[in-house]
């Protein structure tokens, strides 16, 4: 209902750098002025053109050496996986029988799942991320209770519980039946409730017999709303066991396609090693990958080709993957994408990496109406970031001849230290100096 102004150097991607050239993919105000009603963007400029328009006793914030931005957006992430981030020497199907598995049994208890979303949302939000696409457990209560605290921040999230009924300890399986019906009561609970919205979630083809497979695409022709969130071609020997489990299809994508899991709003985290068969059918139905780079260092599973996905036009966004991904920061994971380009002979851009983690994350989303940068009618969800935020920090800072630098220069060396505030639907959330929220973990 009241109006207030946020004044700070601005800066949000409006375009992907891709379709109109680095120029036009961004706006930028030196001394700039967002203002916020009612949880959404109601007006962005320059600050004198801003305040022009509006009544002379508005209630204005001001930050001094900041750079305020929309929210990062993470495309991907197990918040179960929290407590087992930086797990030591395995590639990912050792990974997850000797750590993963064994901590996500834990997550049968609702009252240990309630503190470990608590403290995974705390994290976003002092990493400056607004909005994820999440992984929950098997158990249909760690999905609740995550949404529950989600709720209570009135955080714009995506979640999903896992379908797993094969190939994984049989504590932690459901089955074709049960899953259907505990993905289906979450959605009817869930879904578009607020800013909440339902993922149906197979872990990934080997822990789903083709029976559960069918489910999914029965749940996403009763529910076409709902997303679908999977793991595709990641590791080598994932797509070996992946062919030797269905014979019949032609590659792991077509394990997907074959029971009807590829829609506009398909998410499939990583997609290091795919053909040109594989990347056009993700083009032509819309489907999106996540980018997960410390994830795809920390496992060794490999350099995604960006360029490819590019070039067949997919949509993609960035996704951090904790906890086989190292950081919740998606500066640090921006940081990360560099160098795996680097790698590869190839550059990628400070702006590029601004759209990947903000509206290229909406896009791939199909949030790009809502959020994903400061556009009037966007809901506002946007950090506060600290040039200074460390002596090095500055000093880099002032060497940097202009705002492309000064942006490489945040994701190079940005984590969150360099997240001073962040706000949710138009509230601090959160605040490096204090004032946060409260609640820590015991
Ligand atoms: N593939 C199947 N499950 C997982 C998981 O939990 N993490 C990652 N990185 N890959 C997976
Ligand atoms: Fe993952």
């Not at 004198?48 to 957006?73: C, D, M, W, Y």
């Not at 994830?295 to 906890?323: A, C």
């Amino acid at each position: 209902t009241e109006k207030i102004a946020y004044r700070a150097s601005i800066l949000h991607s409006i375009a992907d750098p891709k379709d109109v050239g680095l120029e036009k993919s961004y706006q930028y105000f030196e001394d700039g002025m967002i203002v916020v009603e009612n949880g959404h963007i109601v007006d962005i400029g320059e600050a004198e053109q801003v305040q022009a328009r509006h009544p002379s006793n508005i209630e204005t914030v001001k930050f001094e050496n900041k750079l305020l931005t929309s929210g990062f957006i993470d495309t991907h992430i197990h918040y179960p996986q929290t407590g087992m981030i930086a797990s030591y020497g395995e590639q990912l199907l050792d990974w997850l029988e000797n750590y993963t598995f064994p901590e996500e049994l834990r997550f049968k208890n609702p009252v240990y799942a309630q503190k470990v979303a608590s403290l995974f949302l705390d994290e976003l939000a002092s990493n400056g991320t607004t909005t994820a696409l999440v992984f929950g457990t098997v158990h249909k209560e760690s999905v609740y209770v995550f949404f529950e605290e989600a709720e209570k921040r009135k955080l714009r999230m995506i979640a999903g519980k896992v379908l797993m009924d094969r190939n994984a300890p049989e504590y932690l399986t459901d089955t074709p039946e049960s899953g259907y019906l505990d993905s289906k009561e979450l959605i009817e609970r869930w879904h578009n409730r607020g800013r909440l919205l339902y993922a149906v979630t197979p872990r990934f083809a080997p822990t789903s017999t083709d029976a559960q497979l069918e489910t999914v695409g029965r749940l996403l022709k009763e529910y076409p709303n709902v997303f679908m969130h999977t793991h595709l071609s990641e590791n080598k020997k994932e797509i070996e066991w992946v062919m030797e489990l269905f014979p019949d299809r032609d590659n792991y994508l077509d394990v997907y396609d074959h029971f009807g899991m590829l829609h506009e709003r398909s998410v499939f985290a990583h997609g290091i090693h795919l053909s040109d068969c594989e990347c056009q059918r993700l083009s032509e139905s819309g489907s999106a990958i996540s980018f997960c780079p410390t994830s795809n260092l920390f496992l060794g599973s490999g350099l995604l080709n960006l360029p490819k996905l590019e070039k067949f036009n997919i949509n993609v966004g960035m996704g951090t993957d904790v906890g086989a991904g190292t950081s919740f920061s998606l500066l640090q994971t921006m940081s990360e994408a560099y160098k795996i380009m680097q790698l590869q002979q190839e550059k990628l851009h400070p702006l590029k990496s601004l759209f990947l983690a903000t509206l290229g994350g909406a896009r791939a989303l199909r949030l790009e109406d809502k959020i994903g940068n400061l556009e009037v009618g966007k809901e506002a969800d946007f950090v506060v970031l600290d040039l200074h935020a460390t002596q090095l920090m500055r000093f880099r800072m002032n060497q940097a001849k202009n705002l492309e630098e000064k942006l490489f220069v945040l994701m190079s060396l940005g984590d969150d230290r360099t997240v001073s505030q962040t706000y949710i639907y138009g509230e601090k959330a959160y605040d490096i100096n204090g004032q946060h929220s409260d609640q820590k973990i015991a």
